[in-house]
């Protein structure tokens, strides 16, 4: 096992791994940009470093400083956390020809399933179902428009390296493409580097069902049961539940098995998630898969009582998986809200500033919040602008939701206007309630009619 444990991220996730780390007795190094001098991250970890300026690029970005903070400290090992460098393939390689053990799948299998049209492929040959689209890179707006004839509008034109919502563009028809194309090009380009689109049928309604997965070095996959989240806005996720609700146990058992196929097919290692979109009919489609550990995989641990967290380290540093796929048991349900500083009333307009008074809710049992707020920290403008993660749960799914409107309730954040209200509102929602939801019912059913409380 690792003595000592660069974590290469920030905020709430760099948080969780300390807390990890230091439960399992292993030493931990925060590295941290200039705006981050006095973030939590830093004052809990065994060392702190500062690898540059507030820009992400310059720092949590910068494979040289976090590389060289790694070896001044004498780490074995580097976990990069969600975002910035966690689905970087080169990252992941130099970490390798640096002697530190990244705390991920390989630089190969984050390039095999990082590229989305090579993911598809691949899925294919694993007998995993695909969404309908190309089979390769869109070289050309006319190639775009004879493919999106053929499998029928809407579709969806999509960044071959995307994620995070970039570099995708909704096409409801032959008019809207050309200009759609381009800017997802011009977006992938940016974020990426690499603007190879591809298109798919966009499967309408869907729900966004993912499954977490568990492989180590000697090929052993267990999967972790599934999250729904397919309450989004703009792409982005919102609240993830899990079980869900329009899974049965067959299905749970189908969509599984899948997914062990998918993880298996590219001798997956660590955490991972592979992605599907469920039709109206009950029928799953691979979407992708993301090669690090997600926002969202508190409720997966609430369900479980598995670490994931924890089990990424143990693989990493060698030991094989101990828990069998028979052994996984799955009890009660779990929800999770993701507070953000920003003003839902405003557009969702980033909201960063002093936190003046913090109240952070606690007590009872099955509450956890995620979070690297305190009282007197100012969030800075500079990062994403989620703040905390509040995780319940239940006995039953209303149980579940019941304490997650009192957490809610309960949260303080005075000095910085969140989403929290946002919330509260969305999961008191009656087609929320009834788990009858889509990914579009909260940008074109819920946003439309939601009317803010008057402070």
Same mark, same amino acid.
């Given at each position: 096992?690792f003595s000592k444990?660069l974590i290469?991220?920030?905020?709430e996730?760099a +948080?969780r791994?300390?807390r990890a780390?230091?439960?399992m007795?292993?030493?931990?190094v925060a590295?941290y940009?200039?705006?981050d001098k006095e973030?939590l991250h830093?004052?809990?970890a065994?060392?702190?470093i500062c690898i540059?300026?507030?820009?992400a690029?310059?720092s949590?970005?910068? +494979?040289?400083?976090v590389l060289s903070a790694?070896i001044?400290?004498k780490?074995?090992a580097?976990h990069?956390?969600?975002?910035?460098l966690s689905e970087?393939?080169?990252?992941?390689?130099?970490?390798?020809e640096?002697?530190?053990?990244?705390?991920?799948p390989k630089?190969?299998?984050i390039? /095999?399933?990082g590229?989305?049209?090579?993911a598809?492929?691949?899925?294919i040959?694993?007998?995993?179902?695909v969404i309908p689209?190309?089979?390769? +890179?869109?070289?050309s707006v006319?190639?775009?428009?004879?493919?999106?004839e053929t499998i029928?509008?809407?579709?969806?034109l999509k960044?071959? /390296?995307g994620?995070?919502?970039k570099?995708?563009?909704k096409?409801?028809s032959a !008019?809207?493409?050309?200009q759609?194309?381009?800017?997802?090009?011009?977006?992938?380009?940016?974020?990426?580097g690499?603007d190879?689109m591809?298109?798919e049928?966009?499967?309408?309604?869907?729900r966004?069902?993912?499954?977490?997965?568990?492989?180590?070095?000697s090929?052993n996959?267990?999967?972790l049961?599934e999250?729904?989240c397919?309450l989004?806005?703009?792409n982005?996720k +919102?609240?993830?539940?899990?079980?869900?609700?329009v899974i049965? !146990?067959?299905?749970?058992?189908?969509l599984g098995n899948? /997914?062990v196929?998918?993880?298996?097919a590219v001798a997956?290692?660590?955490?991972?998630?592979?992605e599907?979109?469920?039709?109206?009919?009950?029928?799953?489609?691979f979407?992708?898969m993301?090669t690090?550990i997600q926002?969202?995989?508190?409720?997966t641990?609430?369900?479980t009582?598995?670490?994931?967290?924890?089990?990424?380290?143990e693989i990493?540093?060698?030991?094989?998986?101990n828990?069998?796929?028979?052994e996984?048991?799955?009890?009660?349900?779990?929800i999770?809200?993701r507070?953000?500083?920003?003003?839902p009333?405003?557009h969702?307009a980033?909201?960063?500033?002093?936190?003046?008074?913090l109240?952070?809710p606690?007590g009872?049992m099955?509450?956890?919040v995620d979070s /690297?707020?305190y009282s007197?920290?100012s969030?800075p403008?500079?990062y994403?602008?989620m703040?905390a993660?509040?995780i319940?749960?239940?006995?039953?799914?209303f149980d579940a939701?019941?304490k997650m409107?009192r957490a809610?309730?309960e949260?303080v954040?005075?000095?910085?206007?969140?989403n929290a209200e946002?919330?509260?509102?969305l999961?008191?929602?009656?087609?929320?309630l009834a788990?009858d939801y889509?990914?579009a019912?909260?940008?074109?059913t819920?946003?439309?009619?939601?009317v803010p409380e008057?402070?």
């Amino acid at each position: 096992m690792f003595s000592k444990i660069l974590i290469a991220n920030r905020g709430e996730i760099a +948080v969780r791994i300390i807390r990890a780390c230091r439960e399992m007795g292993i030493q931990t190094v925060a590295v941290y940009s200039e705006a981050d001098k006095e973030a939590l991250h830093t004052q809990m970890a065994d060392e702190a470093i500062c690898i540059g300026p507030a820009k992400a690029a310059d720092s949590y970005l910068n +494979v040289q400083a976090v590389l060289s903070a790694a070896i001044i400290t004498k780490s074995e090992a580097i976990h990069p956390g969600f975002g910035f460098l966690s689905e970087n393939s080169q990252f992941a390689s130099m970490c390798e020809e640096c002697n530190l053990v990244f705390i991920g799948p390989k630089s190969e299998t984050i390039d /095999a399933m990082g590229n989305k049209i090579n993911a598809r492929k691949l899925m294919i040959e694993a007998n995993v179902p695909v969404i309908p689209g190309s089979e390769g +890179v869109i070289s050309s707006v006319k190639e775009a428009l004879e493919i999106a004839e053929t499998i029928g509008y809407p579709v969806m034109l999509k960044a071959a /390296a995307g994620g995070g919502g970039k570099g995708i563009r909704k096409v409801r028809s032959a !008019e809207e493409l050309p200009q759609h194309f381009s800017s997802a090009q011009q977006e992938a380009k940016a974020a990426f580097g690499n603007d190879d689109m591809y298109i798919e049928k966009i499967i309408y309604p869907a729900r966004h069902i993912e499954v977490q997965v568990l492989g180590d070095k000697s090929g052993n996959v267990v999967h972790l049961g599934e999250r729904d989240c397919s309450l989004q806005r703009n792409n982005q996720k +919102v609240m993830e539940e899990s079980p869900s609700v329009v899974i049965s !146990e067959e299905k749970r058992a189908s969509l599984g098995n899948a /997914a062990v196929r998918a993880a298996k097919a590219v001798a997956y290692e660590n955490a991972g998630t592979i992605e599907f979109l469920m039709d109206e009919h009950g029928d799953f489609f691979f979407m992708e898969m993301n090669t690090r550990i997600q926002v969202e995989h508190p409720v997966t641990e609430m369900v479980t009582g598995v670490d994931l967290v924890k089990k990424q380290i143990e693989i990493a540093s060698g030991e094989p998986l101990n828990i069998l796929q028979e052994e996984i048991q799955f009890s009660g349900h779990a929800i999770e809200c993701r507070i953000n500083a920003e003003n839902p009333a405003f557009h969702f307009a980033p909201s960063p500033g002093k936190i003046q008074n913090l109240l952070l809710p606690s007590g009872g049992m099955g509450l956890r919040v995620d979070s /690297a707020m305190y009282s007197g920290y100012s969030i800075p403008p500079y990062y994403d602008s989620m703040i905390a993660k509040v995780i319940v749960h239940g006995h039953t799914r209303f149980d579940a939701l019941m304490k997650m409107q009192r957490a809610l309730g309960e949260l303080v954040t005075d000095g910085v206007v969140t989403n929290a209200e946002f919330q509260m509102d969305l999961i008191s929602h009656p087609a929320v309630l009834a788990g009858d939801y889509d990914t579009a019912f909260l940008q074109e059913t819920f946003l439309p009619n939601w009317v803010p409380e008057e402070e």
